[in-house]
């Protein structure tokens, strides 16, 4: 995958800074909790994402919880661009696809999508050719083709400084 420039980074302020300043985070990541996020300007499949992801020591984004959800959101509102009909915000690949075998939403660590936090539209499989594969666009998150080019997010447990990892 190239890195487009087409993507406008976030304010100054946040680009490569952390919003928590006690724990250190990869220039380019945001911060939030125990976790940091990757809106990356690398725009790939599916697939090419969940591969970019793991070469930066992370995986595509699941949503856990409503604080991560709305965190995420407000966060990726921040990549739009102004067009003659309104905002409009940059797609970003999460790690949430379906199985068609067994008619449901996973997320890349096999456990299965929590009906709480967001619903997907009910899958015509016509229409994805390919599969299908969840894609977060401002505040909504969206079924579409997973060989189609969209942008990368990545998160990661944060790193406490001065443990090791433990693997």
Sequence with gaps: MS?????PGPPDALWGQTLDKREKCPALWIASQDRS???S?????????????????????KLES????????????????????????????????YNSGKRMWFWTD???LS?????????NPQN????????????????GVCG????????KQKEIQGKNKLH
């Design 148 to 155: 189609e080019l969209r942008f990368c997010l990545c998160e």
């Design 128 to 143: 994805y050719e390919g599969g299908a594969c969840a894609y977060l666009q401002g505040d909504k998150v969206k079924p």
């Design 3 to 7: 890195c487009p420039d087409s993507l």
């Design 41 to 61: 300007p690398e725009r790939g499949t599916w697939d090419q994402c969940k591969f970019y992801c793991i070469s930066q020591s992370a995986k595509l984004l």
């Design 66 to 97: 409503k604080e991560e959800l709305d965190f995420i959101t407000a966060t990726s509102f921040q990549y739009s661009e102004h067009r003659a009909a309104g905002a409009y915000y940059y797609p970003f690949w999460t790690g949430l696809s």
């Design 115 to 123: 009906s709480n936090l967001f619903v997907l539209s009910d899958l």
């Design 37 to 39: 996020y990757l809106f």
């Design 110 to 112: 096999d456990s299965a």
